[in-house]
């Protein structure tokens, strides 16, 4: 129920979320390159030829030339890059622009240089990107989407969770599977790959939407939370920081010093200390600026409108050239470890410090940044601090955008960062075509079951009743389509279920079409019992009745093959109906046998029917992981425990039936192509013979292709599933048959002798609602023998997984020491209180064997008392001795009637072979 709820979850947020986050992924992935990509298309902004043995101008030369040209130009700060080729930034006051305008300036002769092309556009993709440039309301969308993409990594780790893993089963992608399958696949293994960096994506982006979650993230990495800049008494900023604004967040950037914002949000490596960080970072080289942590302030504090009997007489231009000129060679002189670029803030006022940031010359990312504060009163640098100083969690915390981005992890880490970002809209795509192919599904599945098309009919014509009797559905789902069939050629229909037909309906029908199975060696269905039972004992005249029967059936049992649909043939025939024409066979839901039934109808009908709708019965790839023989040195045939995991998205429910598709051994068509004498064969023409029934040929072919033509596909098997979904693989136990000539059987020689462990297996899930668990927690008595405690187990592991306890199993085999399965888990079911009540009968440990019929007739008072608290009973095992045993003690028990009442009513359930 949990893993149920989780995915419906699951799969309605992604619907709901998933077109939101593949936006931001793709946005994401763009602006993680923004000033790569802003550098590429603005090589003339960014570079600059370097002149024969010329050195670059200083910061204070730049100053110099700048105001000389334009003596009102207000500039906040000046950025050096050491590389040669690289381009100067001076940050300027302008209208309109309250972190300032940047400008590109050639380093060796202060032009200035274009203006840097496509910084809007980036602009509107950080935008899109924060909160699809709603505002605020589009901030708190795409937060909550952060919080879903959480759920989405978390629950998809958990649904497919396996028991046992392998590298191969998480992270490779299968290009050889179709369809659904292959979807399924794409989109849980690509998740795997990028569920590192999807955490990482909404666990940081979350830090820039909620103020509650940013808090944790301070107090779970221990670093204390800066304090938020407060303006002085009245309102007044103060000087130096006109036009800046509060940093994002309340958190100081680095190097903010009365530089004024870079244009349309540009940062480049140059750039600290020039406009408002990105991202709400917090820089070391605000220290002039911001509240000082504990409400002491700082020694760069002086001047800025705090600090009382500070000089705040403005500087002149010659002032400002030589606090430059002093800091420059001052700090060069005294700083040694180098660095890539350098930003010196102009002073506004004569406090004695000039605040600067700087970049290692070995850049780690783009907020890897450094400050400090040059006294060029007494020609010392004061409160440097270094980023390579900081510990762990505060860099972390002080470089949230590359930690987002994936920048802080190195450059192959942020490749790989961005690629998981773009590969975001893969699984919605992927996401949506599963939910719509799940919803095709199930439509189909509910046509199958009623395929009633709205069609106006003729309301001349006579009702046809269409009767099934059903053990595992196939009877139910062609009645349908046979109804669907004749309402399509305007015919009225009435479908019931053979349980639930009265004399009153066989007499008020004058056309009956039945379509029947039978099951185990020759019986009718259990829903049929009571029909066969109370009706078919009775003399009905139905001389006014015409009717049909299709008989569904295994030739396997060639002694009882169909033998339910004849026997209500011959009844009808007896009450003196007329047969339409002669009963037809269906063996195991052949498609030719199913569509002559409609061939024929259509025949004597003289009506336009359309092809009954057959799904081809396809078969899913499943991997044989493990096979373990149960009971070694057993007096019985050997028995074991199979496990195969799925390849795709594949659920069943407990008491579901498992379909094999068995192949031939590589030994068998090696003694076919020895027998008739094939020669040169290819590894494809082999390959052929894997799944042909190679034991009955017709003609006298000596072609291979011809023969090949002629050989029909092996019969497929059918075993008890003995696990749920929620294990992660489906478990069997099979008892390996061998007949006195020693060959194995065709499905259990191949699951436990020729089939090698990793091989692939075909199998599809066959649904059985006939022994399905019912969703109450009514109590249940399980019956079986042998392997039949597979169909039991499944039951078992779901009532735990619901936390039903009120379960008692009966089972049987020969000995306790040899062939006591599943002994470890029966016991401690036992001791858990989910078991309330084990009964074990080991027939050959006794003088006198004594089976699980014995046991019931042993416990007869308490299987009534457990039956009249409304247990229902379940079966499951082989139908000779123990199957037909338990059902004569359960009469003898209950009595006829009642037993047959709790058949009607679904308590009596049974899954017997």
Same mark, same amino acid.
């Given at each position: 129920?949990?893993?149920?709820?989780?995915?419906?979850?699951?799969?309605?947020?992604?619907?709901?979320?998933?077109?939101?986050?593949?936006?931001?992924?793709?946005?994401?992935?763009?602006?993680?390159?923004?000033?790569?990509?802003?550098?590429?298309?603005?090589?003339?902004?960014?570079?600059?030829?370097?002149?024969?043995?010329?050195?670059?101008?200083?910061?204070?030369?730049?100053?110099?030339?700048?105001?000389?040209?334009?003596?009102?130009?207000?500039?906040?700060?000046?950025?050096?890059?050491?590389?040669?080729?690289?381009?100067?930034?001076?940050?300027?006051?302008?209208? @309109?622009?309250?972190?300032?305008?940047?400008?590109?300036?050639?380093?060796?002769?202060?032009?200035?240089?274009?203006?840097?092309?496509?910084?809007?556009?980036?602009?509107?993709?950080?935008?899109?990107?924060?909160?699809?440039?709603?505002?605020?309301?589009?901030?708190?969308?795409?937060?909550?989407?952060?919080?879903?993409?959480?759920?989405?990594?978390?629950?998809?780790?958990?649904?497919?969770?396996?028991?046992?893993?392998?590298?191969?089963?998480?992270?490779?992608?299968?290009?050889?599977?179709?369809?659904?399958?292959?979807?399924?696949?794409?989109?849980?293994?690509?998740?795997?790959?990028?569920?590192?960096?999807?955490?990482?994506?909404?666990?940081?982006?979350?830090?820039?939407?909620?103020?509650?979650?940013?808090?944790?993230?301070?107090?779970?990495?221990?670093?204390?939370?800066?304090?938020?800049?407060?303006?002085?008494?009245?309102?007044?900023?103060?000087? @130096?920081?006109?036009?800046?604004?509060?940093?994002?967040?309340?958190?100081?950037?680095?190097?903010?010093?009365?530089?004024?914002?870079?244009?349309?949000?540009?940062?480049?490596?140059?750039?600290?200390?020039?406009?408002?960080?990105?991202?709400?970072?917090?820089?070391?080289?605000?220290?002039?600026?911001?509240?000082?942590?504990?409400?002491?302030?700082?020694?760069?504090?002086?001047?800025?409108?705090?600090?009382?009997?500070?000089?705040?007489?403005?500087?002149?231009?010659?002032?400002?050239?030589?606090?430059?000129?002093?800091?420059?060679?001052?700090?060069?002189?005294?700083?040694?470890?180098?660095?890539?670029?350098?930003?010196?803030?102009?002073?506004?006022?004569?406090?004695?410090?000039? /605040?600067?940031?700087?970049?290692?010359?070995?850049?780690?990312?783009?907020?890897?940044?450094?400050?400090?504060?040059?006294?060029?009163?007494?020609?010392?640098?004061?409160?440097?601090?270094?980023?390579?100083?900081?510990?762990?969690?505060?860099?972390?915390?002080? %470089?949230?955008?590359?930690?987002?981005?994936?920048?802080?992890?190195?450059?192959?880490?942020?490749?790989?960062?961005?690629?998981?970002?773009?590969?975001?809209?893969?699984?919605?795509?992927?996401?949506?075509?599963?939910?719509?192919?799940?919803?095709?599904?199930?439509?189909?599945?509910?046509?199958?079951?009623?395929?009633?098309?709205?069609?106006?009919?003729?309301?001349?014509?006579?009702?046809?009743?269409?009767?099934?009797?059903?053990?595992?559905?196939?009877?139910?789902?062609?009645?349908?389509?046979?109804?669907?069939?004749? *309402?399509?050629?305007? *015919?009225?229909?009435?479908?019931?279920?053979?349980?639930?037909?009265?004399?009153?309906?066989?007499?008020?029908?004058?056309?009956?079409?039945?379509?029947?199975?039978?099951?185990?060696?020759?019986?009718?269905?259990?829903?049929?019992?009571?029909? %066969?039972?109370?009706?078919?004992?009775?003399?009905?005249?139905?001389?006014?009745?015409?009717?049909?029967?299709?008989?569904?059936?295994?030739?396997?049992?060639? /002694?009882?093959?169909?033998?339910?649909?004849?026997?209500?043939?011959?009844?009808?025939?007896?009450?003196?109906?007329?047969?339409?024409?002669?009963?037809?066979?269906?063996?195991?839901?052949?498609?030719?046998?199913?569509?002559?039934? =409609?061939?024929?109808?259509?025949?004597?009908?003289?009506?336009?029917?359309?092809?009954?709708?057959?799904?081809?019965?396809?078969?899913?790839?499943?991997?044989?992981?493990?096979?373990?023989?149960? =009971?070694?040195?057993?007096?019985?045939?050997?028995?074991?425990?199979?496990?195969?995991?799925?390849?795709?998205?594949?659920?069943?429910?407990?008491?579901?039936?498992?379909?094999?598709?068995?192949?031939?051994?590589?030994?068998?068509?090696?003694?076919?192509?020895?027998?008739?004498?094939?020669?040169?064969?290819? %590894?494809?023409?082999?390959?052929?013979?894997?799944?042909?029934?190679?034991?009955?040929?017709?003609?006298?072919?000596?072609?291979?292709?011809?023969?090949?033509?002629?050989?029909?596909?092996?019969?497929?098997?059918?075993?008890?599933?003995?696990?749920?979904?929620?294990?992660?693989?489906?478990?069997?136990?099979?008892?390996?048959?061998?007949?006195?000539?020693?060959?194995? @059987?065709?499905?259990?020689?191949?699951?436990?002798?020729?089939?090698?462990?990793?091989?692939?297996?075909?199998?599809?899930?066959?649904?059985?609602?006939?022994?399905?668990?019912?969703?109450?927690?009514?109590?249940?008595?399980?019956?079986? =023998?042998?392997?039949?405690?597979?169909?039991?187990?499944?039951?078992?592991?779901?009532?735990?997984?619901?936390?039903?306890?009120?379960?008692?199993?009966?089972?049987?085999?020969?000995?306790?020491?040899?062939?006591?399965?599943?002994?470890? *888990?029966?016991?401690?079911?036992?001791?858990?209180?989910?078991?309330?009540?084990?009964?074990?009968?080991?027939?050959?440990?006794?003088?006198?064997?004594?089976?699980?019929?014995?046991?019931?007739?042993?416990?007869?008072?308490?299987?009534?008392?457990?039956?009249?608290?409304?247990?229902?009973?379940?079966?499951?095992?082989?139908?000779?001795?123990?199957?037909?045993?338990?059902?004569?003690?359960?009469?003898?028990?209950? @009595?006829?009637?009642?037993?047959?009442?709790?058949?009607?009513?679904?308590?009596?359930?049974?899954?017997?072979?």
């Amino acid at each position: 129920m949990l893993k149920k709820t989780l995915f419906q979850l699951h799969w309605f947020l992604g619907i709901t979320a998933g077109l939101i986050l593949s936006l931001m992924g793709v946005t994401g992935a763009i602006y993680s390159y923004d000033q790569q990509i802003l550098k590429w298309i603005n090589e003339d902004s960014y570079t600059v030829q370097v002149p024969t043995q010329q050195a670059k101008l200083t910061p204070s030369e730049l100053y110099q030339k700048l105001i000389s040209k334009d003596n009102k130009l207000e500039i906040n700060s000046i950025t050096v890059v050491n590389e040669a080729d690289a381009s100067s930034i001076v940050n300027v006051k302008k209208e @309109g622009e309250r972190r300032g305008f940047n400008l590109m300036v050639n380093p060796y002769d202060a032009s200035i240089l274009p203006d840097v092309k496509g910084r809007e556009f980036f602009q509107f993709i950080q935008q899109l990107h924060r909160n699809l440039t709603f505002g605020p309301v589009g901030k708190q969308i795409t937060a909550a989407c952060s919080l879903m993409l959480i759920y989405f990594v978390l629950s998809g780790l958990y649904l497919r969770w396996p028991k046992k893993h392998s590298i191969k089963q998480w992270l490779a992608v299968k290009p050889k599977l179709k369809g659904r399958n292959f979807i399924w696949d794409l989109h849980a293994v690509v998740g795997t790959w990028v569920i590192v960096f999807y955490l990482l994506f909404a666990m940081t982006g979350l830090y820039w939407s909620y103020d509650w979650w940013r808090d944790g993230m301070f107090k779970v990495l221990g670093v204390e939370k800066p304090q938020q800049m407060q303006a002085p008494a009245g309102g007044q900023k103060p000087e @130096g920081m006109q036009g800046q604004g509060r940093p994002q967040n309340g958190e100081k950037s680095e190097g903010m010093q009365g530089q004024g914002r870079p244009q349309n949000g540009e940062k480049s490596e140059g750039m600290q200390g020039q406009g408002r960080p990105q991202n709400g970072e917090k820089s070391e080289g605000m220290q002039a600026q911001g509240r000082p942590q504990n409400g002491e302030k700082s020694e760069g504090m002086q001047g800025n409108g705090f600090e009382k009997g500070a000089n705040k007489a403005p500087l002149s231009t010659e002032q400002i050239e030589s606090i430059l000129s002093q800091t420059w060679q001052g700090f060069n002189q005294q700083y040694k470890n180098g660095y890539s670029s350098i930003t010196l803030n102009i002073p506004k006022t004569s406090n004695g410090k000039v /605040e600067l940031s700087f970049v290692d010359a070995e850049i780690q990312h783009e907020r890897a940044r450094n400050s400090a504060s040059y006294n060029y009163t007494t020609q010392n640098i004061d409160n440097l601090k270094l980023y390579s100083d900081k510990k762990l969690n505060d860099k972390i915390m002080s %470089s949230m955008l590359p930690v987002h981005r994936g920048s802080f992890f190195g450059p192959v880490w942020q490749f790989v960062a961005m690629l998981a970002s773009l590969a975001m809209p893969l699984f919605f795509i992927t996401g949506i075509m599963l939910y719509l192919k799940r919803r095709k599904q199930k439509k189909l599945t509910k046509l199958a079951k009623t395929q009633i098309v709205p069609v106006v009919t003729d309301n001349n014509a006579p009702t046809w009743l269409v009767v099934y009797a059903s053990q595992t559905g196939i009877s139910e789902q062609l009645a349908w389509r046979t109804a669907s069939s004749l *309402q399509e050629a305007k *015919q009225t229909t009435n479908v019931k279920s053979i349980q639930h037909v009265t004399t009153d309906d066989l007499k008020s029908h004058a056309q009956v079409l039945w379509v029947v199975s039978t099951y185990g060696t020759g019986d009718a269905p259990d829903v049929a019992v009571s029909f %066969s039972k109370k009706i078919m004992k009775q003399t009905l005249d139905l001389s006014h009745v015409q009717y049909a029967v299709l008989a569904l059936g295994s030739k396997e049992y060639f /002694e009882t093959y169909c033998s339910f649909g004849h026997e209500v043939d011959a009844w009808l025939n007896n009450a003196g109906a007329t047969r339409l024409f002669n009963t037809i066979e269906v063996d195991d839901a052949n498609i030719e046998d199913i569509q002559k039934w =409609n061939q024929q109808l259509a025949n004597v009908t003289h009506l336009d029917l359309h092809d009954i709708d057959v799904a081809e019965k396809t078969f899913d790839t499943w991997t044989l992981q493990q096979r373990k023989l149960l =009971n070694a040195d057993s007096l019985g045939q050997p028995a074991y425990h199979i496990e195969l995991i799925p390849q795709a998205d594949i659920t069943w429910q407990a008491g579901d039936i498992a379909v094999i598709q068995p192949m031939n051994s590589p030994d068998r068509i090696s003694q076919f192509i020895e027998q008739h004498s094939f020669v040169n064969l290819n %590894s494809a023409q082999i390959a052929s013979l894997k799944n042909k029934d190679l034991t009955h040929t017709t003609g006298d072919n000596t072609d291979f292709e011809s023969m090949l033509e002629t050989l029909k596909p092996l019969p497929a098997r059918e075993y008890s599933i003995a696990s749920i979904p929620k294990q992660q693989q489906l478990q069997l136990v099979v008892r390996l048959a061998q007949d006195k000539e020693g060959e194995y @059987g065709l499905g259990s020689g191949w699951l436990c002798q020729h089939a090698p462990l990793n091989e692939n297996i075909e199998l599809r899930i066959r649904t059985n609602e006939a022994f399905h668990l019912i969703d109450d927690n009514r109590p249940i008595l399980l019956i079986g =023998n042998g392997t039949g405690i597979a169909g039991l187990m499944s039951l078992l592991q779901q009532r735990e997984d619901l936390g039903y306890t009120e379960n008692w199993l009966v089972w049987g085999e020969r000995q306790r020491a040899k062939d006591h399965f599943y002994q470890q *888990q029966l016991e401690a079911w036992q001791h858990s209180g989910l078991l309330s009540r084990l009964d074990l009968v080991f027939s050959r440990d006794q003088e006198s064997c004594k089976y699980v019929q014995d046991q019931l007739m042993h416990a007869a008072t308490d299987v009534k008392a457990w039956v009249e608290r409304g247990a229902v009973i379940y079966v499951c095992g082989s139908v000779q001795g123990m199957a037909s045993g338990v059902d004569q003690a359960l009469k003898d028990i209950l @009595g006829e009637t009642l037993l047959d009442e709790l058949r009607e009513h679904d308590r009596y359930r049974r899954d017997v072979y």
